[in-house]
């Protein structure tokens, strides 16, 4: 293959990533909704040299880190009914200034589980 369209090819990939993560932020995608849609991608690429991708794996990888950075928590609910998340107990004003900490406050014991929520309140996984 050659170098010029083995770049055309990442660049696409690239973008394909790049629109996946800004759907899967804004739509709330869970985990395996992300994966099979990057799989997809990975799909596309199929007979390109692997240093394309190995690029478009560590370009994908470097979204992840962002995402659990800025738009991914670990959250639980204790069964005295105190919220935790991955940063710090969550306190009784902080449902107006993030609306993940107002959905968790809805949630029953009962069904509740700790897992990792985009910050609309969405199962990450």
Known sequence: MRVET???IRNRAVASVNSLSRQAHEFGLSHSEINARYGV??????KTPAWVRNY???????QRDSWYRNHIVWAHKSPEGKF??????????????DPLYKALRGCEIA????NHYWKNGKIFF
């Open 84 to 97: 935790y998340t991955s940063r710090k107990e969550i306190p009784a004003w902080a449902e107006s200034v």
């Open 41 to 46: 991608i990975l799909e596309s690429m199929a």
């Open 6 to 8: 083995a770049l055309k």
């Open 56 to 62: 478009v794996d560590g370009y994908m990888q470097a």
């Open 111 to 114: 069904t509740w589980e700790s």
